[in-house]
């Protein structure tokens, strides 16, 4: 069974920065995009950036609201997403979530396994 666990969250005042982490574990035989999402209280979940894998060409994307201020990374190796986020603002308080698209074996298809999310909250 594959898990995806985040860390990172917290409390940070405007202007701060912090760095998620989600991992990926269990049965993997190959991941694809993963992303990251968050869902403020009351508002629908939105897409915050997603990270192809290198063999489709690594190539990343972000919400406009975002760009220049967070980056989405991955490490292969580790089956792991990285979201630097710098220059926080109130607005980015939410509850954020890691999504991975993952073919758990080679005779399987490909699934989309979230983790449970991490706080973030920006004071002003």
């Known amino acids: 069974q594959v898990q995806l666990v985040e860390s990172g969250g917290g409390l940070v005042q405007a202007g701060g920065s912090l760095r998620l982490s989600c991992a990926a574990s269990?049965?993997?035989?190959?991941?694809?995009?993963m992303s990251w999402y968050r869902q403020a209280t009351g508002k629908q979940r939105e897409l915050v950036a997603v990270i192809n894998s290198a063999t489709s060409g690594g190539n990343t994307n972000y919400a406009d609201s975002v760009k220049g201020r967070f980056t989405i990374s991955r490490d292969n190796a580790k089956n792991t997403v990285f979201l630097q986020m710098n220059s926080l603002k109130p607005e980015d308080t939410a509850v954020y979530c890691c999504?991975?698209?993952?073919?758990?074996?080679?005779?399987?298809?490909?699934?989309?396994?979230w983790g449970q999310g991490t706080q973030v909250t920006v004071s002003s």
């Open positions: 999504k991975a698209n993952i073919r758990p074996h080679a005779w399987t298809v490909w699934y989309d396994y």
């Open positions: 269990g049965s993997i035989f190959s991941i694809r995009a």
